[in-house]
């Protein structure tokens, strides 16, 4: 495990570059889910950089796509295309818009944006594959104020009518949205619990604890007629902090050369 911690920081200090490269952008909501990230392309999943497109690979929608340059940080460091492309984010021509986008970035399984919209996305690819009988398993990761779409909810009902056992949803459960806590624009209550009253085997546990991230999907594949929601307990800006004490401002924030240089050091 302490090889997948220091990839984790690797990928960090690679989200950091590639947003500083353009000046601001999504950097909390980035770190915050670098450490699932990493068990998920360097553990887990069926994949190969080499052949991106294989039919029976494992596939990754991350509904939040905001979160983009800490998902093209990781597969740039995974092998899919030059760590030297990151800092072209966000740039005139660029393959790397600051969402994730399918049709430009080598690796990227669906595009995403419009927050709601990737989690359904991820339970149609799911059904796909029950279908095609390819044995693949579709992972998801969503944002807890994207929680707050009416279409999430459609796509809990849906996921666990069709049993879909072979999807596996993360929830970056940081607290914080654009405008504030996600208890003060729209307190969804547990949500360990309304996952599970949606018929999902669910399972909450710290977001950051590689091993236990491995150990937890492990688990959940042996629950069978279930999707399966892993509620990761995060920190916005994990890993750096100046970023994690301003969650205010650290869904979108500056990185200036000098903030890069202080953060490169604490993850050192």
Same mark, same amino acid.
């Given at each position: 495990m302490?090889?997948?911690?220091?990839?984790?920081?690797? $990928?960090?200090?690679?989200t950091?570059?590639?947003?500083?490269s353009?000046?601001?952008?999504?950097?909390?909501?980035s770190?915050?889910?670098?450490?699932?990230?990493?068990?998920?392309?360097?553990?887990?999943?069926?994949i190969?950089?080499?052949?991106?497109?294989?039919?029976?690979?494992d596939?990754?929608?991350?509904?939040?796509?905001?979160?983009?340059?800490?998902?093209?940080?990781?597969?740039a460091h995974?092998?899919y295309?030059?760590?030297?492309? !990151?800092?072209?984010?966000?740039?005139?021509?660029t393959? !790397?818009?600051?969402?994730?986008?399918?049709?430009?970035?080598?690796?990227v399984?669906m @595009?995403?944006g419009s !927050?709601?919209?990737?989690?359904?996305c991820?339970?149609?690819?799911?059904?796909?594959?029950?279908?095609?009988?390819d044995?693949?398993? $579709?992972?998801?990761?969503?944002?807890d104020?994207?929680?707050?779409?009416?279409?999430v909810?459609?796509?809990?009902m849906?996921?666990?009518?069709?049993?879909?056992?072979n999807l $596996?949803?993360?929830?970056?459960?940081?607290?914080?949205q654009?405008?504030?806590?996600v208890?003060?624009?729209?307190?969804?209550?547990?949500?360990?619990?309304?996952?599970?009253?949606?018929?999902?085997?669910?399972y909450?546990?710290?977001?950051?604890?590689?091993?236990?991230?491995?150990? @937890?999907?492990?688990?959940? +594949?042996?629950?069978?007629?279930?999707?399966?929601?892993?509620?990761?307990?995060?920190?916005?800006?994990?890993g750096?902090?100046?970023?994690e004490?301003?969650?205010?401002?650290?869904?979108?924030?500056?990185?200036?050369?000098e903030?890069?240089?202080?953060? !490169?050091?604490e993850? +050192?």
């Open positions: 302490n090889n997948l911690n220091q990839i984790a920081k690797e $990928i960090r200090k690679l950091l570059k590639c947003i500083n353009f000046g601001s952008g999504h950097i909390g909501g770190l915050s889910i670098a450490d699932v990230l990493t068990v998920l392309y360097f553990d887990v999943m069926n190969d950089p080499k052949d991106p497109k294989k039919e029976n690979r596939r990754l929608v991350v509904s939040k796509g905001h979160a983009g340059p800490v998902v093209y940080a990781t597969l995974r092998g295309f030059p760590e030297e492309e !990151l800092v072209t984010l966000n740039q005139i021509g393959n !790397l818009p600051s969402h994730c986008d399918m049709n430009k970035v080598i690796g399984d @595009t995403t !927050l709601g919209q990737g989690i359904s991820a339970v149609g690819i799911a059904l796909g594959s029950k279908i095609k009988k044995n693949a398993y $579709i992972y998801s990761i969503i944002g104020g994207e929680s707050q779409e009416g279409q909810w459609e796509a809990m849906f996921a666990a009518n069709k049993k879909l056992d $596996i949803a993360f929830l970056d459960y940081n607290h914080l654009i405008d504030g806590t208890e003060e624009v729209n307190d969804c209550g547990s949500m360990e619990q309304r996952f599970e009253s949606f018929g999902w085997d669910t909450s546990i710290d977001g950051h604890d590689i091993e236990l991230i491995k150990t @937890t999907i492990e688990k959940a +594949k042996l629950v069978k007629d279930k999707p399966h929601m892993i509620v990761l307990n995060t920190l916005k800006g994990k750096v902090s100046f970023i004490n301003v969650p205010d401002k650290n869904h979108s924030m500056p990185i200036t050369n903030d890069l240089e202080k953060a !490169l050091e993850l +050192k």
